[in-house]
């Protein structure tokens, strides 16, 4: 599975995980012991699949490129609805249990209601006055958004208040050691320095 957003544990050994890639992607249930698929809704060829999140029993997930999601019920992935957002395309998405926030690729942390999926309020995320672009998979963990920089190794602690990080989570030596472990991974931008401003 193509996974770069969109992974989330519901509880009694349960994950929902959103797969991406054309004419790949996918919204499964998937067993957290076996990694046995459990259900799977199959996405139209010309979906991306993104971020997920979970608000009671409706998963939200967003696509890559596009202003196009989906609501799925969580127990039957047949019953569900599509919309559309004024992100300006779907990276990842996350929720406290009573708003989503989702992010776009950009340095924007968007609020949405999650009944008439409108954008409610928007923060420019910043560190130090410098904006962090490249803001990806979201999670909301006490009271704060915890948004990984794409590319990175770097995770920010945002404010979904103002925007400001709050601090940083730096995940380098992991990476190296899964380096060292013989395991492939992906080119490593792990200063904090990367994490503010990303190099090409």
């Not at 809704?41 to 997920?52: A, I, S, T, Y």
């Not at 609501?71 to 919309?83: A, G, M, P, Q, T």
Request: with cysteine; glycine share 8%; proline share 1%.
């Amino acid at each position: 599975a193509f996974t770069q957003q969109g992974l989330l544990y519901a509880g009694n050994d349960t994950l929902f995980e959103s797969t991406g890639l054309y004419h790949q992607s996918s919204v499964r249930k998937v067993d957290l012991q076996t990694g046995k698929v459990l259900d799977q809704h199959q996405m139209d060829g010309h979906m991306f699949g993104e971020g997920l999140t979970l608000l009671d029993d409706r998963l939200f997930q967003v696509t890559w490129l596009k202003n196009d999601g989906f609501i799925y019920d969580r127990h039957n992935f047949s019953k569900r609805e599509s919309f559309t957002h004024k992100m300006r395309d779907g990276w990842g998405l996350a929720t406290d249990g009573k708003i989503l926030f989702g992010s776009d690729g950009t340095s924007k942390l968007y609020q949405l209601d999650p009944i008439s999926l409108e954008v409610t309020k928007t923060v420019t995320v910043k560190y130090q006055d410098n904006d962090v672009s490249y803001i990806n998979e979201l999670e909301y963990i006490n009271g704060e958004v915890w948004a990984n920089v794409w590319q990175t190794d770097c995770i920010a602690r945002v404010s979904h208040e103002d925007g400001q990080v709050a601090s940083w989570i730096l995940l380098h030596e992991l990476r190296q050691q899964l380096w060292n472990s013989g395991n492939t991974v992906s080119s490593p931008y792990g200063s904090l320095a990367n994490c503010i401003v990303r190099r090409t």
